[in-house]
């Protein structure tokens, strides 16, 4: 969920590589990330429930009070946290993604919100204007985070011609996404390297 988390566990992985006798370098680590592009924070909040009507958002709230600390209501979801509930929220100490959740309450957004920038998922959600999500995973890759990303772009039916048409270009001019296909093969626009031999668990 942070950058140093990513750092940590790319030299960890690399690190692993090298033991086995294997190129690290040819060993890449994608970090996941959720983005949706759209004119602004707000605007990209409001897309990300979509994907998660089907998820029981009263669950969710009381997760999200599990993580900082307090007996959440449902009741409260279109609400941000009271001066006494901040007061009192304490992030886990078991849970990496409590001290994420608690900053983005901070800022006095609705639990609601707060749910949206998706601070019970597993990978970072990245919302807003395309130029803040490329800055975002650029700050990741520059870092020694990330090799690459996988991405889960939001389930609107124009969220991925959003981030191709807005979010790509941005990369594009920074250098860091091909203008051209590098081949006619998925191992090539990869820059995968050859297997180092047959799997011994296929049969031949």
């Known amino acids: 969920m942070t950058i140093g988390d990513g ?9 692993a590589a090298k033991r086995a006798g294997r190129d690290p370098d040819e060993v890449k680590m994608f970090a996941g990330f959720m983005p949706t592009v759209a004119a602004s924070r707000q605007a990209a909040l409001q897309r990300r429930p979509f994907p998660d009507e089907s998820v029981d958002q009263r669950q969710r709230v009381r997760n999200l009070g599990a993580m900082i600390g307090l007996p959440l209501d449902y009741g409260q979801i279109d609400e941000p946290l009271s001066t006494s509930q901040l007061a009192d929220a304490t992030p ?3 849970d990496p993604r409590s001290a994420r959740a608690l900053e983005v309450a901070r ?3 609705s639990l609601r919100d707060v749910l949206a920038h998706g601070v019970i998922d597993y990978h970072p959600v990245v919302a807003g204007p395309a130029t803040e999500v490329a800055d975002h995973m650029q700050q990741w890759f520059d870092a020694g985070a990330c090799d690459g990303s996988s991405l889960a772009i939001d389930g609107y039916h124009d969220g991925v011609d959003a981030f191709a048409d807005e979010f790509v270009p941005i990369r594009q001019e920074r250098g860091l ?4 296909y590098e081949g006619p093969t998925l191992r090539e626009n990869l820059g995968a390297h050859e297997p180092y031999g047959l799997d011994p668990g296929v049969s031949r």
Not at 7 to 14: D, E, G, K, S, T
Not at 177 to 180: G, K, L, W
């Open 177 to 180: 996404f091909h203008v051209d």
């Open 92 to 94: 886990s100490p078991h």
């Open 7 to 15: 750092v940590a566990q790319r030299h960890a992985l690399r690190d």
């Open 107 to 109: 800022e006095g957004w």
